[in-house]
């Protein structure tokens, strides 16, 4: 079939003096200057001189997508069953279907051609001839087999088959591993965990497809996209400088990976809500390897001898990557640096915006956020990311209702925005509207199967209901996809504490206190603050007082306005005996925070306790000492005193009486020795 076109073409040219080919290269050229009306004006005049070449009426049609012409270009292609004859062009019609969100026509289309054959490597030279010519000989036969994949997956996900959608990915990054739309689709809608993310990546045929060179360029790209909620920065405290360093899925988890979120810690007794951030995450594998093999990553990056890598340091893309560490380890400042950076040269990243929108909302930075989102409004009106902005920044001025809608609008653009989601359902969750935060959280568990913040969160809830059992139900949910993320052993620890299981308790928070400090020389993250008092109080259930203090002086540390720390440690003391030690730690309690009734009632019974305790002056006796009094010196002062004339004798009496009162005041009953007669 394509030979024959090919000789009707070479007929009009024998019969004429006209020059096909330079209408062709004409129409590229003003394809290559985005002059679309330019290159389907003469695209069209090329397809009528060659009678309906295969290959012009592609190029048309090519032009008619560019110009955004989606069921024209489908149309024409149909029209001329090539859909059914030619592989590119039942590709541009899938593609032109899916724009025109056509998806079950567009699947139609793509089933009706018999790619099962076409994918497998056959030997047969006369077939290998036919799929060559129905690619119009110029395409590579592996990136077709791909991009048809991907194409599958898009439609699939759309239709919100997203089991078969993930498989079709999967498939194309078998086919190219350069296909990295494929593979960001699984990673940015969060169709896999973390450890299947991991099991992806090595199952790719590198060595198959990539030099070892071009192998190790693509593995650190693709390693940098990954889940990075089990990844730890370590830093050394120096000179009693505190530097936060941790890895975690952020407060505003709302970036959940690619932009997480709000997170939160279930505190003891209380519960804050989580933050929200783009949200953002997943299964850890063996975490000691992991966690080694991450740093080994990130030391072949910047080893200098490394001359490729360490010129893709200047990637924004690596940047970004380092920027989202440093947001899961709550080192917000530093993330915001660099996404700061990243912006300076590209400002609308759109890998960076969620992260550094999710920063500003940590650092309540609400004058950037309303500068940030009033410029994407205005240039991308259409975009999810535009109208989160909008939401974050009413989120932080307290604006709930505001919020709400916007974050809405965003997710009605673009349903698998996780940020948004998890945002939307903060925003519930911070006014306590905990049935309208679940239903939230559960739409974005159903879109977000890898990612495991979600479960997390309505976890949180439950927990806020006091419906303890299905709160751990979910947790466990959530550490089945994440079971290293610091986040959940604290919510699991916190669970068996309500529990009165301490020792369990204990086992949870000194795993989740390893994953965030992994050095005994580092400094744990503010935000870890609850964690660490969490461990007191387990060690005070347990006993161990001195650990206990330890905690909570470490907590103190972290945040030194803290009344509920301050009230921990006064608690401690009184339980150790050390009372005078008590009243003062509560009296710093209640300076902070009057109202707190348990720093109320404790400080009453410790100053009752000290008052029996300690002497009213120092040196004082414990007992009142017994007084020896001489009755018969009293009696012969009496005697003496009647011989005087009779005024003396009642001014003498006077006196006798006056000490008579005065002696009344001393209680003699516990005196030894003393008679009254």
């Avoid at 380092?322 to 912006?343: R, S």
């Amino acid at each position: 079939m394509a030979g024959d076109t090919d000789s009707e073409m070479k007929n009009v040219s024998a019969n004429s003096n006209l020059n096909i080919d330079n209408y062709r290269k004409l129409v590229q050229t003003y394809l290559n200057l985005h002059i679309y009306d330019a290159a389907v004006f003469w695209a069209d005049k090329v397809v009528a001189l060659t009678s309906g070449n295969a290959r012009d009426v592609y190029w048309l049609a090519q032009c008619m997508f560019l110009l955004k012409q989606y069921h024209r270009a489908a149309h024409l292609l149909r029209s001329k069953n090539l859909d059914k004859t030619y592989i590119l062009c039942n590709y541009l019609t899938v593609r032109c279907l899916l724009e025109a969100n056509e998806l079950n026509e567009a699947l139609k289309v793509l089933n009706s051609m018999d790619m099962e054959v076409f994918l497998q490597n056959t030997s047969n030279a006369s077939y290998a001839a036919i799929v060559d010519a129905a690619m119009f000989d110029d395409t590579p036969k592996y990136q077709v087999q791909s991009s048809v994949l991907l194409l599958k997956g898009k439609v699939l996900e759309a239709m919100d088959n997203r089991g078969l959608a993930a498989d079709c990915y999967k498939q194309a990054l078998q086919c190219d591993v350069h296909c990295y739309e494929a593979f960001d689709a699984l990673i940015k809608h969060h169709m896999l965990s973390a450890a299947e993310e991991h099991e992806l990546l090595n199952s790719l045929p590198l060595s198959q497809q990539c030099s070892p060179e071009e192998a190790e360029v693509l593995t650190t790209l693709y390693k940098s996209k990954l889940k990075k909620y089990h990844t730890v920065i370590t830093r050394v405290c120096d000179k009693n400088i505190t530097q936060p360093f941790h890895t975690v899925n952020t407060n505003f988890n709302l970036t959940p990976q690619h932009g997480s979120l709000i997170v939160s810690h279930q505190n003891f007794i209380e519960t804050t809500p989580i933050n929200v951030g783009t949200s953002v995450i997943n299964e850890r594998i063996e975490s000691t390897r992991k966690h080694k093999e991450g740093e080994s990553e990130e030391m072949n990056i910047d080893n200098p001898e490394n001359s490729i890598l360490a010129r893709l340091q200047n990637s924004l893309d690596l940047s970004v990557s380092q920027a989202e560490k440093f947001y899961y380890n709550c080192d917000y400042v530093q993330c915001n640096k660099l996404t700061e950076n990243v912006l300076k040269q590209d400002p609308y990243h759109s890998g960076c915006l969620p992260i550094h929108i999710s920063c500003l909302v940590e650092l309540k930075q609400s004058n950037k956020l309303f500068t940030l989102a009033h410029n994407l409004v205005d240039l991308y009106p259409n975009l999810a990311v535009s109208w989160f902005a909008v939401g974050c920044y009413y989120y932080v001025i307290g604006k709930r209702d505001l919020a709400r809608r916007y974050l809405a609008k965003a997710t009605s653009l673009d349903r698998l925005f996780g940020p948004a989601w998890l945002a939307f359902g903060h925003s519930f969750a911070v006014e306590n509207e905990h049935d309208q935060a679940m239903a939230a959280y559960f739409k974005a568990s159903q879109l977000m199967r890898g990612c495991h913040l979600p479960l997390l969160y309505i976890g949180l809830e439950c927990g806020l209901t006091n419906n303890v059992r299905l709160a751990e139900k979910f947790f466990q949910q959530a550490q089945a996809i994440a079971p290293d993320d610091p986040y959940v052993m604290h919510e699991m620890g916190v669970i068996s504490f309500q529990n009165l299981d301490y020792k369990s308790a204990e086992k949870h928070f000194t795993e989740a206190l390893c994953r965030v400090r992994p050095q005994k020389t580092s400094m744990v993250p503010e935000r870890w603050e609850p964690l660490l008092n969490n461990m007191g109080h387990c060690c005070r259930k347990l006993k161990k007082y001195d650990e206990a203090l330890q905690y909570h002086h470490e907590a103190l540390k972290l945040v030194p306005q803290s009344a509920n720390t301050y009230s921990a440690i006064g608690y401690v003391h009184a339980l150790m005996g050390h009372t005078e030690e008590a009243v003062e730690w509560f009296h710093k309690a209640l300076g902070l925070k009057r109202d707190d009734t348990f720093s109320t009632t404790m400080l009453n019974y410790v100053i009752e306790q000290l008052a029996v305790e300690q002497p009213p002056f120092p040196g004082a006796p414990d007992q009142i000492p017994a007084f020896k009094i001489s009755l018969e010196q009293g009696s012969q002062d009496s005697s003496t005193q009647s011989n005087e004339d009779g005024s003396s004798c009642t001014r003498q009496n006077n006196t006798v009486n006056n000490m008579s009162d005065m002696s009344i005041e001393v209680d003699m009953s516990d005196i030894s020795g003393a008679r009254i007669e």
